[in-house]
Protein backbone atom coordinates (compact mmCIF):
# COMPACT_ATOMS: atom_id res chain seq x y z
CA UNK A 1 0.00 0.00 0.00
CA UNK A 2 2.90 2.28 0.57
CA UNK A 3 4.27 1.73 -2.97
CA UNK A 4 1.10 2.78 -4.14
CA UNK A 5 0.55 5.77 -2.39
CA UNK A 6 4.16 7.05 -3.38
CA UNK A 7 2.95 6.13 -6.94
CA UNK A 8 -0.50 8.32 -6.64
CA UNK A 9 1.01 10.82 -4.69
CA UNK A 10 3.75 11.66 -7.68
CA UNK A 11 0.69 12.14 -10.09
CA UNK A 12 -0.77 14.55 -7.82
CA UNK A 13 1.86 16.24 -7.20
CA UNK A 14 2.85 16.25 -10.86
CA UNK A 15 -0.25 17.87 -11.73
CA UNK A 16 -0.72 20.66 -9.30
CA UNK A 17 3.16 21.85 -10.09
CA UNK A 18 1.98 21.85 -13.85
CA UNK A 19 -1.36 23.43 -12.68
CA UNK A 20 0.54 26.24 -10.52
CA UNK A 21 2.68 26.99 -13.80
CA UNK A 22 0.31 27.21 -16.23
CA UNK A 23 -1.91 29.90 -13.83
CA UNK A 24 1.58 31.39 -12.80
CA UNK A 25 0.93 31.17 -9.13
CA UNK A 26 2.95 30.92 -6.76
CA UNK A 27 1.56 28.01 -4.76
CA UNK A 28 -1.02 26.48 -3.24
CA UNK A 29 -3.37 27.21 -0.37
CA UNK A 30 -5.86 24.59 0.81
CA UNK A 31 -9.77 25.62 1.40
CA UNK A 32 -10.46 22.68 3.16
CA UNK A 33 -10.78 22.49 6.74
CA UNK A 34 -8.14 20.48 8.75
CA UNK A 35 -8.63 16.83 8.20
CA UNK A 36 -7.20 13.63 7.27
CA UNK A 37 -7.41 14.43 3.29
CA UNK A 38 -5.35 17.81 3.98
CA UNK A 39 -2.92 15.61 5.90
CA UNK A 40 -2.74 13.03 2.69
CA UNK A 41 -1.97 16.14 0.34
CA UNK A 42 -0.05 18.06 2.89
CA UNK A 43 2.21 15.00 2.55
CA UNK A 44 2.17 14.71 -1.22
CA UNK A 45 2.79 18.21 -2.51
CA UNK A 46 5.18 20.10 0.57
CA UNK A 47 8.56 18.58 -1.65
CA UNK A 48 7.07 20.14 -5.05
CA UNK A 49 5.11 23.48 -4.57
CA UNK A 50 4.88 25.66 -1.68
CA UNK A 51 1.88 24.80 0.12
CA UNK A 52 0.15 27.21 2.48
CA UNK A 53 -2.96 26.92 5.01
CA UNK A 54 -5.53 30.01 5.98
CA UNK A 55 -4.81 31.33 9.31
CA UNK A 56 -6.99 29.25 11.97
CA UNK A 57 -7.46 33.11 13.80
CA UNK A 58 -9.02 34.41 10.68
CA UNK A 59 -10.73 31.35 9.91
CA UNK A 60 -12.35 31.77 13.49
CA UNK A 61 -13.16 35.45 12.80
CA UNK A 62 -15.39 34.39 9.75
CA UNK A 63 -17.11 31.71 11.11
CA UNK A 64 -17.88 33.97 14.12
CA UNK A 65 -19.71 36.59 11.70
CA UNK A 66 -21.31 33.77 9.71
CA UNK A 67 -23.06 32.16 12.48
CA UNK A 68 -23.74 35.73 13.53
CA UNK A 69 -25.91 36.15 10.38
CA UNK A 70 -27.55 32.97 10.44
CA UNK A 71 -25.59 30.74 7.94
CA UNK A 72 -26.20 26.68 8.71
CA UNK A 73 -24.18 25.47 11.65
CA UNK A 74 -23.13 22.33 9.58
CA UNK A 75 -21.24 24.49 7.32
CA UNK A 76 -20.14 27.49 9.13
CA UNK A 77 -16.10 25.83 9.56
CA UNK A 78 -16.02 24.88 6.02
CA UNK A 79 -17.31 28.45 4.61
CA UNK A 80 -15.15 30.19 6.49
CA UNK A 81 -11.91 28.30 5.82
CA UNK A 82 -12.95 28.47 2.07
CA UNK A 83 -13.71 32.26 2.47
CA UNK A 84 -10.29 33.01 4.20
CA UNK A 85 -8.39 30.74 1.69
CA UNK A 86 -10.13 32.65 -1.31
CA UNK A 87 -8.57 35.56 0.31
CA UNK A 88 -5.16 34.32 0.20
CA UNK A 89 -5.53 32.65 -2.75
CA UNK A 90 -6.01 36.11 -4.32
CA UNK A 91 -3.42 38.33 -2.12
CA UNK A 92 -0.65 36.15 -2.50
CA UNK A 93 -1.13 34.77 -5.91
CA UNK A 94 -1.84 31.34 -4.61
CA UNK A 95 -3.91 28.71 -6.14
CA UNK A 96 -7.16 27.13 -4.27
CA UNK A 97 -6.89 23.40 -3.94
CA UNK A 98 -10.00 21.40 -2.25
CA UNK A 99 -9.21 18.19 -0.23
CA UNK A 100 -12.51 16.50 -1.31
CA UNK A 101 -11.86 12.67 -1.83
CA UNK A 102 -13.22 10.34 -4.69
CA UNK A 103 -16.17 9.29 -2.48
CA UNK A 104 -16.90 12.32 -1.37
CA UNK A 105 -17.06 13.84 -4.23
CA UNK A 106 -19.74 11.18 -6.28
CA UNK A 107 -22.04 11.04 -2.84
CA UNK A 108 -22.21 14.86 -1.60
CA UNK A 109 -24.45 17.37 -2.64
CA UNK A 110 -22.71 20.18 -0.76
CA UNK A 111 -20.75 23.09 -3.01
CA UNK A 112 -17.32 21.67 -3.44
CA UNK A 113 -14.45 23.92 -1.86
CA UNK A 114 -12.08 24.48 -5.30
CA UNK A 115 -12.31 23.45 -9.07
CA UNK A 116 -8.76 21.68 -8.46
CA UNK A 117 -9.29 18.66 -6.44
CA UNK A 118 -6.13 16.88 -6.45
CA UNK A 119 -8.01 13.76 -4.00
CA UNK A 120 -10.57 13.72 -6.26
CA UNK A 121 -9.66 10.07 -7.75
CA UNK A 122 -8.80 8.60 -4.30
CA UNK A 123 -11.28 6.85 -2.64
CA UNK A 124 -12.00 7.67 0.91
CA UNK A 125 -10.83 3.88 2.31
CA UNK A 126 -7.26 4.70 0.05
CA UNK A 127 -7.14 7.57 2.61
CA UNK A 128 -8.47 5.58 5.51
CA UNK A 129 -5.87 2.89 4.77
CA UNK A 130 -2.53 5.73 4.08
CA UNK A 131 -3.63 7.92 7.06
CA UNK A 132 -5.58 6.26 9.65
CA UNK A 133 -8.94 7.83 9.01
CA UNK A 134 -11.02 9.65 6.12
CA UNK A 135 -14.08 11.94 5.49
CA UNK A 136 -16.92 10.40 4.38
CA UNK A 137 -20.39 11.52 2.86
CA UNK A 138 -23.58 12.24 4.82
CA UNK A 139 -25.02 9.14 3.04
CA UNK A 140 -22.18 7.17 4.36
CA UNK A 141 -21.33 8.18 7.55
CA UNK A 142 -23.43 5.79 9.60
CA UNK A 143 -21.83 2.57 7.09
CA UNK A 144 -18.81 0.41 8.39
CA UNK A 145 -15.48 -0.10 6.86
CA UNK A 146 -16.92 -3.01 4.61
CA UNK A 147 -19.87 -1.28 4.05
CA UNK A 148 -17.97 1.88 2.21
CA UNK A 149 -16.06 -0.48 0.51
CA UNK A 150 -18.83 -2.25 -0.95
CA UNK A 151 -20.33 0.90 -1.71
CA UNK A 152 -17.59 2.17 -3.78
CA UNK A 153 -16.71 -0.83 -5.91
CA UNK A 154 -20.13 -0.63 -7.12
CA UNK A 155 -19.73 2.82 -8.08
CA UNK A 156 -16.41 1.49 -9.23
CA UNK A 157 -18.71 -1.42 -11.43
CA UNK A 158 -21.18 1.23 -12.58
CA UNK A 159 -18.73 4.28 -13.30
CA UNK A 160 -15.79 2.52 -14.84
CA UNK A 161 -16.71 -0.74 -15.96
CA UNK A 162 -20.10 0.02 -17.64
CA UNK A 163 -21.92 -2.53 -15.28
CA UNK A 164 -25.77 -2.11 -15.66
CA UNK A 165 -27.08 0.61 -12.84
CA UNK A 166 -29.59 -2.31 -11.67
CA UNK A 167 -27.09 -4.82 -11.05
CA UNK A 168 -24.04 -2.85 -10.29
CA UNK A 169 -25.57 -1.58 -6.91
CA UNK A 170 -27.59 -5.06 -5.89
CA UNK A 171 -24.41 -6.06 -3.88
CA UNK A 172 -24.94 -3.18 -1.01
CA UNK A 173 -28.80 -3.97 -0.45
CA UNK A 174 -30.65 -1.27 1.73
CA UNK A 175 -28.04 1.20 0.49
CA UNK A 176 -28.68 1.06 -2.78
CA UNK A 177 -31.65 3.67 -3.21
CA UNK A 178 -29.85 6.07 -0.65
CA UNK A 179 -26.06 5.77 -2.68
CA UNK A 180 -28.10 6.32 -6.22
CA UNK A 181 -30.01 9.47 -4.67
CA UNK A 182 -27.08 10.42 -3.37
CA UNK A 183 -25.01 9.84 -6.80
CA UNK A 184 -27.47 11.69 -8.76
CA UNK A 185 -27.88 14.78 -6.65
CA UNK A 186 -24.33 15.45 -6.54
CA UNK A 187 -23.85 15.20 -10.33
CA UNK A 188 -24.08 19.04 -10.84
CA UNK A 189 -21.18 19.43 -8.85
CA UNK A 190 -18.62 16.89 -11.34
CA UNK A 191 -18.67 19.58 -13.72
CA UNK A 192 -15.40 21.29 -14.81
CA UNK A 193 -12.74 20.69 -12.70
CA UNK A 194 -9.30 19.44 -12.53
CA UNK A 195 -8.44 16.19 -11.05
CA UNK A 196 -5.52 14.12 -11.44
CA UNK A 197 -6.14 10.95 -13.40
CA UNK A 198 -5.00 8.22 -11.22
CA UNK A 199 -7.31 5.55 -12.69
CA UNK A 200 -8.45 4.64 -16.42
CA UNK A 201 -11.62 6.29 -15.02
CA UNK A 202 -11.52 9.47 -13.39
CA UNK A 203 -14.28 12.63 -12.68
CA UNK A 204 -14.87 14.36 -15.89
CA UNK A 205 -17.62 15.00 -18.42
CA UNK A 206 -17.63 11.34 -18.76
CA UNK A 207 -18.66 10.88 -14.88
CA UNK A 208 -22.17 12.48 -15.83
CA UNK A 209 -23.83 9.38 -16.71
Not at 70 to 76: E, K, N
Not at 91 to 99: D, E, F
Request: net charge neutral; aromatic share 4%; charged share 20%.
Amino acid sequence: MKNEAERQGGIVAAVVAAEVARTRCRGVVLASPPGPEADLLERWLTATVPLRRPDPGAVSDVAGALASVGAPGAHVEALAWQAVAQAQALSQGLLLLGTTNKTTLLLEDAPLPARVLPLGDVWATDVKRWVGRATLPTVLRDATDAQASAVERSLGDYLQEGVARDVAFTAIGALAPLVLAALDGAERNRRGLLVPKLQKWTVGADLAR
